[in-house]
């Protein structure tokens, strides 16, 4: 083990929709370094309890599982209070849950059938519940001398993709969300940055209608040759999060995209 893993342990993440995906990448990479973890579900409360048991016993860090709705952000309130109960201390947050299914309808479309309650939804999802997700995280980290926030972010924002005007709006305006933050908390050590993902094989991007083509030409655009995997963003996450490693870096998008968006 090395002395950025050590610098690491025993401190607390909060992540929210880490039952899969890049969320769930995110979370066994700090449990592996020997970081709490405090996650939260949705609706996969069967496979979150899972995660929590697969993980305290593998790497024997402490690990606890809690739901939580984005479209509600206001629960990171009551959310937080019941992870003070929990764990000692507040070190990391990963604003990484997405909504899909019906509460995009309206928000991940074409153009011309974009709806205001789909975009809003997104909106809400995206950007309102990183603000009060880091602002509640913020109270935690002055209490422990600083701390790193990172929301995910995604390249759709930067090149076209198929029905993602709503997602890749309000990724615009969480990356901008990022650097008012990172300018505001400074002063008390806190970091906060975005991570920027390419197309990465998950079950959100199998839930969009053209996955397939997608694929493909991600496979063709990359000079790697391949889709991004949810590890790839983890890594990022992990190095922007561990003081050993980024402690000068603040108020920044890294883009994490196979090389896609150049071509
Ligand atoms: N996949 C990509 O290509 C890609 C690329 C770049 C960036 N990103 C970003 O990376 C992040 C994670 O994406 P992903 O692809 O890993 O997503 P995913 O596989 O669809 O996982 C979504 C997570 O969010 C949770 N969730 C869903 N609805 C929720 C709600 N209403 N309230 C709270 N949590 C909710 C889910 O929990 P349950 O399972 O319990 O319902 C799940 O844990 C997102 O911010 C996304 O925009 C993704």
Not at 89 to 111: E, M
Not at 134 to 144: C, D, N, P, S
């Amino acid at each position: 083990m090395n002395t950025a893993e050590t610098e690491m342990q025993g401190k607390t993440l909060v992540v929210s929709g880490a039952t899969r995906g890049i969320g769930k990448a995110i979370l066994y990479k700090f449990a592996q370094n020997g970081v709490n973890v405090a996650f939260t579900y949705h609706k996969n409360e069967e496979e979150a309890l899972k995660i929590a048991t697969e993980v305290h016993d593998l790497y024997g860090i402490k690990a606890k599982a809690y739901h939580l709705d984005i479209l509600e952000p206001e629960q990171y309130m009551e959310l937080y209070k019941q992870i003070d109960c929990d764990f000692e201390r507040v070190d990391f947050f990963v604003s990484n849950a997405i909504i899909y299914g019906r509460s995009v309808v309206g928000g991940f479309a074409p153009f011309m059938r974009l709806r205001p309650k789909g975009l809003n939804n997104i909106y809400t999802a995206t950007v309102l519940a990183f603000v009060v997700g880091a602002q509640e995280a913020a109270k935690r980290m002055k209490l422990v001398g600083g701390g790193a926030i990172v929301s995910l972010s995604s390249t759709g924002n930067l090149v076209y993709m198929p029905n993602y005007a709503g997602h890749g709006n309000s990724k615009n305006a969480v990356e901008t969300m990022v650097k008012y933050a990172a300018t505001d908390l400074g002063e008390f050590g806190i970091r906060v940055n975005a991570v920027s993902g390419g197309p990465i094989d998950t079950d959100a991007l199998k839930a969009f209608p053209d996955y397939a083509e997608i694929k493909q030409k991600v496979e063709e655009q990359s000079p790697l040759k391949r889709m991004g995997n949810p590890t790839d963003l983890a890594g990022a996450v992990y190095f922007l999060c561990d003081p050993a490693q980024s402690a000068w870096v603040t108020g920044q998008t890294i883009v994490v995209d196979g090389g896609t968006t150049f071509k």
